[in-house]
């Protein structure tokens, strides 16, 4: 396949099973200088989900018998929840994606959305009614969009998701993220954490971003991402557009996040104690401060090589060696112009992730496509690696 690595898997078999000092001496020198130790990392984590577990607990008790959204529970996204953050601790956002069901009465429709450029990426989400006659219980006085007046159910009945949520038969990412940040800053005051946090809602039009500070001075980021799942995969649509791109507030983009996650704790689980894979990334991504490749360009780099190579040579001892490999098989790919999606086409996937059919047989996506049609991009960008 393409940029092949070579791996050294027969000079390090015929290693001493100790690392030498000298080694020893530079992952330490090189771990100090990067600060690599993230140790909070999980504490904090952890803390962030109690509190949208809570959060989300408090907006079932009080919309249960409205038609906003069903809130599921939260999925932990991103560097820090991977484990690897490249920020300072102080800095880190806790990334969670937050799985929108629709309400009784309803159901949700995934359409290609044919505006975008690349309507294999974007989506847009159809409301639509749904009879719910027969579903009706003695005790419950719930009237059916679909078969009551207009009349009974202004009488009867809050308003429609459509009504709400929506512009005409779409899902609006702006006005769920309005309406939840405006649940948040009215329910703070009931939640657990507001004896020892304070909270701001800050600016986000299409998430919920949050800054937690504590008596001390502490502070913590979170970002609630709105998201709606494909099918039973652990492929979304997400209401947070990309930098690159800003579409219109219907649009939904497709996001991996939740696959990627789902594919670092696998590595977790089956590498060595003491791995040195997330150390890896950290410490090439700190490598790759101020130039212009891309961190995700880099985890796909290293996604691809932890299934190229045997997840026991990844261990503590040849931490060096595996950031030799990265950084030779990311330059090998900007010389070629081409680094493979991770998700479309990969005979490598583990089998806990869970994609939609068509990822199976799909051409892999190339995330260097456009320094193919940029040559002095890519002269820049080798010159950068060239240059670390």
């Known amino acids: 396949g393409i940029c092949e690595v070579n791996n050294r898997r027969d000079s390090e078999s015929e290693e001493s099973e100790e690392e030498s000092p000298a080694e020893t001496d530079l992952i330490y020198i090189f771990s100090r200088h990067f600060q690599l130790s993230v140790p909070k990392l999980s504490s904090r984590r952890r803390a962030v989900q109690e509190l949208l577990s809570d959060l989300l607990h408090t907006s079932h008790s009080l919309f249960s018998d409205s038609f906003f959204p069903v809130l599921e529970p939260v999925i932990g996204v991103g560097s820090a929840c991977e484990g690897w953050s490249p920020h300072k601790e102080e800095d880190v956002v806790y990334c969670m994606f937050v799985p929108l069901k629709p309400p009784r009465g309803y159901a949700f429709h995934l359409e290609p959305d044919a505006s975008r450029e690349m309507?294999?990426?974007?989506?847009?989400?159809?409301?639509?009614?749904?009879?719910?006659?027969?579903?009706?219980?003695?005790?419950?006085?719930?009237?059916?969009?679909?078969?009551?007046?207009?009349?009974?159910?202004?009488?009867?009945?809050?308003?429609?998701?459509?009504?709400?949520?929506?512009?005409?038969?779409?899902?609006?990412?702006?006005?769920?993220?309005?309406?939840?940040?405006?649940?948040?800053?009215?329910?703070?005051?009931?939640?657990?954490?507001?004896?020892?946090?304070?909270?701001?809602?800050?600016?986000?039009?299409?998430?919920?971003?949050?800054?937690?500070?504590?008596?001390?001075?502490?502070?913590?980021?979170?970002?609630?991402?709105?998201?709606?799942?494909?099918?039973?995969?652990?492929?979304?649509?997400s209401s947070q557009p990309t930098e690159a791109q800003f579409p219109p507030s219907t649009t939904w983009l497709e996001s991996y996040a939740v696959a990627e996650a789902k594919f670092f704790r696998h590595v977790s689980m089956q590498a060595p104690p003491r791995s040195c894979h997330l150390k890896c990334l950290r410490l090439c991504a700190r490598l790759l401060e101020g130039s212009g490749l891309s961190l995700y360009a880099l985890k796909t780099t290293v996604m691809h090589l932890l299934t190229l190579i045997p997840l026991s040579e990844w261990q503590h001892r040849y931490l060096l060696m595996r950031v030799d490999d990265t950084m030779r098989y990311l330059r090998c790919c900007l010389e070629e112009k081409r680094l493979k999606h991770f998700f479309f086409g990969n005979e490598d996937m583990p089998e806990e992730i869970s994609l939609p059919p068509a990822f199976q047989g799909a051409q892999p996506l190339n995330l260097f496509q456009h320094l193919a049609q940029d040559p002095d991009a890519q002269t820049k960008a080798l010159q950068e690696v060239d240059k670390l």
């Open 119 to 237: 309507p294999q990426t974007s989506m847009r989400v159809r409301v639509e009614l749904v009879c719910t006659c027969t579903r009706e219980q003695p005790d419950q006085k719930m009237l059916c969009f679909l078969h009551n007046s207009e009349e009974e159910l202004k009488r009867y009945q809050v308003a429609s998701l459509l009504h709400t949520l929506c512009t005409g038969p779409y899902l609006d990412g702006e006005k769920i993220a309005l309406w939840f940040q405006t649940f948040v800053i009215s329910a703070w005051s009931v939640m657990p954490q507001s004896r020892h946090y304070s909270m701001k809602v800050l600016p986000s039009c299409r998430s919920c971003k949050m800054e937690l500070m504590k008596a001390s001075g502490s502070r913590l980021f979170v970002e609630m991402v709105f998201s709606v799942q494909q099918g039973d995969s652990d492929i979304f649509l």
